[in-house]
């Protein structure tokens, strides 16, 4: 496999590593994937996430790990541990699924497992420079736009999803500001978008999820731009917890709210929302918080925690759907 490197991956040749999300921004923690449990460790902790990196680094793990793995049918045997290691993003589905295809057509041959899973690497580096582009167009000069979690260099395997937009809108000279929320309880929006933003000297504020409404009412927010995890066949979509609620009071601001997500986000076999996975994750992150400054808890210890890692968002919500290079207003796959 050719040696590559991106803001959350790198493969010199001989060890793949991914950049540890938690320990970011203030530190740049690079973690050796060299084995499926690796991988699968790294992707229940939010080391590697957002929803087309956690299918491609899962991926380019199997691939190359392939060659240790002594027959086929240990090899799927590890492949299905990986599928089971989060539950929303079907981009991890739908990238598995082609690489066991893969490795079953082709009479499991490491070569070809390995060309596949750097093909779908440079995939989705080509989709985010399509959605970025495609996305840009929706954009006025001045806006204001509002965006949630990180969908950008470290979700994807290029400039990102509903980011790509915003870094390509920056590049035109559209004089954008970006209001960024924190996205709590993991803050991929006030850790992640924000030093991504900052890298790219694009204007922004960091905003408190419960403040998203009240700068809406201000008129400061002209378009939001979100990512998916998973897009069912009549256009719900899942994302980070939040995005419903930001959906809501777009439709009542009357303010275009758009979905950008590559194809592999999309899932054919689920007729609607109801049909989308939420995954729930430990009480510990809800109390408090953790990362490079340590481990903080506010909440009382005995207090019942809910928390859901996404919401599904009803496609009549969504203005228009940024899908690799095309915009549409509505989907029916
Ligand atoms: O729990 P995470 O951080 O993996 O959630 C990520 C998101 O919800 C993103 O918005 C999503 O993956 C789409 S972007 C590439």
């Known amino acids: 496999m050719k040696n590559f490197t991106t803001m959350s991956m790198r493969y010199d040749g001989h060890k793949f590593e991914i950049i540890d999300q938690q320990m970011l921004p203030d530190k740049k923690i690079w973690v050796s994937i060299e084995s499926p449990q690796d991988i699968i460790a790294a992707i229940k902790a939010l080391k590697v996430r957002g929803a087309p990196l956690i299918g491609i680094s899962a991926s380019l793990s199997l691939a190359l790990w392939s060659s240790k793995a002594g027959d086929l049918e240990s090899f799927i045997t590890a492949l299905e541990q990986v599928r089971e290691s989060r539950p929303t993003a079907v981009n991890l589905m739908n990238n598995l699924d082609l690489i066991k295809a893969e490795a079953v057509k082709s009479g499991f041959n490491t070569e070809r497992i390995q060309a596949l899973a750097f093909q779908l690497f440079q995939d989705d580096v080509d989709l985010c420079k399509k959605m970025g582009r495609a996305g840009a167009g929706l954009v006025d000069v001045g806006d204001g736009i509002l965006t949630h979690c990180n969908t950008g260099g470290l979700a994807t395997a290029g400039d990102g999803t509903a980011l790509s937009v915003l870094l ?26 924000a030093w991504e933003l900052l890298e790219a000297q694009v204007p922004h504020s960091i905003i408190c999820d419960n403040m998203a409404g009240w700068f809406m009412q201000l008129g400061k927010v002209q378009k939001i731009f979100v990512g998916a995890d998973r897009i069912a066949k009549n256009g719900d979509f899942a994302n980070k917890i939040g995005t419903y609620s930001l959906a809501v009071l777009a439709d009542f601001h009357k303010i275009p709210f758009y979905v950008v997500a590559p194809s592999t986000t999309l899932d054919s076999n689920c007729i609607d ?19 490079h400054f340590g481990e903080i808890r506010w909440a009382p210890e005995g207090s019942p925690v809910l928390n859901p890692a996404f919401d599904v968002t009803p496609s009549q919500l969504v203005t228009g759907f940024v899908i690799d290079g095309e915009v549409h207003k509505s989907l029916s796959l």
């Open 273 to 291: 929302g109801k049909g989308i996975p939420v995954e729930m994750r430990k009480d510990s992150e809800v109390r408090g918080v953790k990362g």
């Open 168 to 193: 390509e809108s920056h590049r035109q000279d559209k004089n954008i500001h970006v209001y960024v929320d924190e996205t709590r309880p993991l803050l991929q929006g006030g850790r992640l978008t």
